[in-house]
Each structure stands twice: as structure tokens, then as C-alpha cells.
């Protein structure tokens, strides 16, 4: 029910673009967050938007680099990524949480099968 793309091989400074799609449910009630997996690590919390598109969290290691937003006509989700480094090269996943935001994975209800980024340096 949840589509993600945009990812690929992208130098090291570049500025692709995920995006996430519904189909199936409307999530514009939805809280909707993004996620990265490195390969031996935890998967982890990179941003995440209101059902609104109002409010908006980062992780500290995204925070003026990445933006996150939502066209809820769409049923899409974005996260736009600048200034990649190859610390940035992860499966990236896009999920929506029924409840609100959250930073922690286990309280998403759907996710997105993920988009591979890897940054080359």
C-alpha cells in the first residue's frame, strides 16, 4: 500500500528526491515518517510530517539537508535529500502511522518496501 522511489546510485553532494505513494487507503490522516537501514545496522528514524504537513521532525544527522513534505491530493509523500555523503547510503522506507509521529519504528502501522540510496564518494 505504500510505493517508495526515487532512490539509485547518487555522487557524494547530490539531490535526489523519495517519494511515497498510497494506494489502496487514503493516508492524509496519517502521520507519515521516513526511515533508513545501513547494511548491519538498526533501521533508523530520519524524519517524519504531520498529517497536515505543518509539523515536521529530523534527526540531527539530516537536519538542513533533508526536508520532508507531503501533497495529501497525491496521497504522496516526500523527502527531498541534499548534500548527500556516502553515510547517507541505506534502504530507505516511507511508513504511516495511524496515531500520529513517531521517531521509533515500531509504532508505524504501513510500510513502504523501500528504495536503495547509495552514495558514492
Known amino acids: 500500500q505504500l510505493q517508495a522511489s526515487g532512490g539509485g546510485l547518487v555522487q557524494a553532494g547530490g539531490s535526489p528526491r523519495l517519494s511515497c505513494t498510497a494506494s489502496?487507503?487514503?493516508?492524509?490522516?496519517?502521520?507519515m515518517g521516513w526511515f533508513r537501514q545501513a547494511p548491519g545496522k538498526d533501521r533508523e528514524f530520519v524524519a517524519a510530517?504531520?498529517?497536515?504537513?505543518?509539523?515536521?521532525w529530523y534527526t540531527d544527522s539530516v537536519k538542513g539537508r533533508f526536508t520532508i513534505s507531503r501533497d495529501n491530493a497525491k496521497n504522496t509523500v516526500y523527502l527531498q535529500m541534499n548534500s548527500l555523503k556516502p553515510d547517507d547510503t541505506a534502504v530507505y522506507y516511507c511508513?504511516?502511522?495511524?496515531?500520529?509521529?513517531?521517531?521509533?519504528?515500531?509504532?508505524?502501522?504501513?510500510w513502504g518496501q523501500g528504495t536503495q540510496v547509495t552514495v558514492s564518494s
Open positions: 489502496g487507503r487514503t493516508f492524509s490522516s496519517y502521520g
Open positions: 511508513a504511516a502511522d495511524f496515531r500520529g509521529v513517531a521517531t521509533i519504528p515500531g509504532e508505524y502501522d504501513y
Open positions: 510530517i504531520s498529517w497536515s504537513g505543518v509539523n515536521t
